[in-house]
């Protein structure tokens, strides 16, 4: 019979959770404030209850003294996010930080689990200043997509209901759905490619037709009027056709104007 109390036993544990989850919403506002989009969707997190700490314990065969070492989530947070690239991007800013030590990772991304579970692991030693002073706990942050997300949430409560005995039929369309979520989420990233490419195209035109631009003023600074005037004529004509090759070639043709005026200009 365990008569450890257990309020006092989770009170660092609740803390870590608390502050863990406020360090992150921080860092996902602050990534949404400097880069627009946040690879973090959104930030959940909670302390293990005790019957399930007790049933991992066991089923795991850790003695009641090596609690605090053997069960790394009864502190856990998991961080949302809506593609696969940003859960890398979100494991690298969990690296790169200093006020908790990584202790191991767990890509079950790359090696999804039997049931068809994934998601991205980190296992924490995070120091939590209690009355008595230091405490390091373990706390596990998981890191998945919305699709992830939401399998390993109903298939978590289907295992609750069926409690971890589930029919092989439900077994096996579970991992079909999970077949499904992965495909989903490639399917995401395909789009999510094809955007971010789009949107580098328009930039690219976009400072291609500033350079153009700017190159003809720079030539009319030089005097050479008719020079000028002949690649405006020529920009009109390629900007109406949207040819971005012709474009590209008329930039190099003003540049190559432009070192032969100031090649003038200096003698
Ligand atoms: P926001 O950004 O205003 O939504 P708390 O202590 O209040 O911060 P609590 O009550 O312990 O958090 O709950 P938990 O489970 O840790 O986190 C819930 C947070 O996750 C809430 O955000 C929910 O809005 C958010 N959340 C949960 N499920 C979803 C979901 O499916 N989609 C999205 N986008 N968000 C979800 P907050 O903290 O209230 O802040
Ligand atoms: P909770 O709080 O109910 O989610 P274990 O896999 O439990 O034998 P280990 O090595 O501690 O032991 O953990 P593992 O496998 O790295 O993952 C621990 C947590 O990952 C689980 O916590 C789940 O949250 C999640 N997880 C792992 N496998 C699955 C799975 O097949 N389905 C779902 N839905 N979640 C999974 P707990 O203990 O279940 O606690």
């Not at 003294?65 to 690239?85: H, L, N, P, T, W």
Request: hydrophobic residues 40%; aromatic residues 10%.
């Amino acid at each position: 019979m365990d008569t450890r109390d257990w309020g006092m036993f989770l009170f660092p544990y609740e803390q870590a959770v608390e502050e863990l989850k406020v360090k992150f919403k921080t860092l996902r506002a602050e990534l949404k404030k400097r880069e627009v989009f946040s690879p973090i969707e959104f930030v959940t997190g909670r302390v293990k209850r005790t019957s399930s700490i007790l049933e991992k314990a066991n089923r795991l065969q850790v003695s009641m003294d090596q609690i605090e070492k053997g069960i790394e989530d009864i502190a856990g947070i998991r961080i949302m996010c809506q593609f696969v690239e940003d859960i890398h991007r979100v494991v690298e800013l969990i690296r790169e930080r200093k006020d908790f030590n990584i202790v191991y990772e767990k890509d079950y991304i790359t090696n999804k689990k039997e049931s068809g579970y994934r998601s991205y692991h980190v296992i924490i030693e995070y120091p939590v200043q209690t009355a008595l002073g230091m405490k390091n706990v373990l706390a596990e942050i998981q890191i998945r997509t919305l699709a992830m997300n939401f399998w390993a949430t109903i298939e978590h409560s289907l295992n609750y209901k069926y409690k971890s005995d589930l029919p092989q039929p439900v077994k096996e369309r579970l991992q079909k759905a999970a077949e499904a979520a992965f495909k989903l989420d490639e399917e995401m990233s395909s789009i999510r490619q094809e955007i971010v490419e789009s949107q580098q195209l328009f930039e690219d035109h976009a400072n291609l037709v500033g350079v153009i631009l700017n190159g003809i003023q720079e030539l009319y600074f030089y005097h050479k009027v008719r020079e000028a005037a002949q690649f405006q004529l020529i920009f009109n004509e390629r900007w109406e056709h949207q040819d971005v090759w012709g474009l590209k070639q008329l930039s190099a043709d003003i540049q190559d104007a432009l070192n032969r005026a100031k090649q003038n200009a200096a003698r």
